[in-house]
């Protein structure tokens, strides 16, 4: 069956980096998209990155463009997102997303 699985999450302070790995299984990895959604206490679940299958493509909401990376390694069917210069407001829990699937998310939590 599906599975992934994040890591990564943690406590950094503003102006700080993280970066999420997400481990995929159960799928052909390199055929499908992959996304970075974020949901805040009493928000809704919102997409933070989107890359194509290949990697070729990547698209991001304008609250993290130029902030956060997406990128992926068919070979470890790995997706990962490499955040900077994070800011309280990016505190939330980070899911990897396929399809209709989810992992468990990593909490990341910004703050001094």
């Known amino acids: 069956q599906v599975q992934l699985v994040e890591s990564g999450g943690g406590l950094v302070q503003p102006g700080g980096s993280l970066r999420l790995s997400c481990a995929a299984s159960?799928?052909?990895?390199?055929?499908?998209?992959m996304s970075w959604y974020r949901q805040a206490p009493g928000k809704e679940r919102d997409v933070v990155a989107t890359?194509?299958?290949?990697?070729?493509?990547?698209t991001y909401p304008d609250s993290v463009k130029g902030r956060f990376t997406i990128s992926r390694d068919n070979a470890k069917n790995t997706v990962y997102l490499q955040m900077n210069s994070l800011n309280p407001e990016d505190t939330a829990v980070y899911y990897c997303n396929v399809r209709s699937y989810w992992g468990q998310g990593t909490q990341v939590t910004v703050s001094s």
């Open positions: 159960g799928f052909t990895f390199s055929s499908y998209a």
């Open positions: 890359i194509t299958s290949a990697g070729g493509a990547t």
